[in-house]
């Protein structure tokens, strides 16, 4: 028999990837915080026994995911507020494998029901206030003769931002923008039904009635996705 039954066959961790997954456990464990300097590299390579090459490749891809921030002359700390730059990492895992509408719309509907929840309970008056004047220069563009797709497109895409916004929730608010910027190239705003919808979307949430605004984000998205077969058909 030449097969080596022994031989593992999943892959090792690379020592970036020691490096890296050290620093997850320690932030979950909390024994390392938001704005505390981390060793030096040396320091790092040592502990860890990977080479400082590895340590500093390591160092940069955190960095470039939000996780620390280098500081020339001071050292490398752990960022001290959310950044959206560690989801983007994540999320762009999206943008490479095959588009899957119908995993992605469930994604929109979990994450818009959630945020008009949250904006219900959490959002201030004023910002309901910054809200509905969004809406109504969304509806007054899309109620226009010669209503641009461009310009009602970015309206929308405007109100949907500030919905997320105003959930106050760091992560809801940049997992939501990162998804529903999947859907900008596919939304029509110009639907017949849109302006009633959204109409009665800001007016649920201006009442704060979480029932009837989780029904219109349904219904909202009902509308996206026969807009979109529609346009799948024609192809």
């Known amino acids: 028999m030449n097969e080596d039954l022994f031989a593992v066959n999943e892959s090792r961790p690379t020592a970036v990837d020691i490096v890296i997954d050290k620093v997850k456990e320690l932030l979950i464990s909390k024994k390392l915080k938001p704005g505390e300097l981390i060793p030096s590299e040396s320091a790092l390579a040592e502990s860890l026994k990977v080479s400082r ?38 999320l762009f895992q999206l943008l490479v494998q095959e588009n899957d509408y119908t995993s992605l719309t469930q994604v929109r509907g979990i994450l818009e029901e959630g945020i008009v929840k949250l904006v219900i309970q959490f959002a201030t008056d004023d910002e309901l206030t910054v809200m509905q004047k969004k809406n109504n220069e969304f509806l007054a563009e899309l109620s226009k003769p010669d209503v641009s797709s461009e310009k009602v497109s970015e309206l929308d895409m405007q109100y949907h931002c500030l919905m997320s916004k105003y959930s106050h929730n760091n992560i809801m608010e940049n997992i939501y923008n990162f998804v529903i910027g999947l859907f900008a190239p596919t939304m029509n705003p110009t639907h017949v039904v849109v302006p009633e919808s959204h109409r009665l979307l800001q007016q649920a949430i201006e009442a704060r009635d979480e ?23 024609k192809q």
């Open 53 to 90: 090459s590895s340590v500093r490749e390591a160092l940069k891809m955190l960095s470039a995911y939000g996780v620390v921030e280098i500081k020339r002359g001071a050292g490398t700390f752990i960022s001290s507020a959310s950044n959206k730059r560690m989801f983007d990492f994540s």
């Open 211 to 233: 029932e009837i605004a989780v029904e219109q984000v349904r219904s909202h998205i009902e509308i996206w996705k026969k807009t979109h077969e529609s346009i799948i058909d």
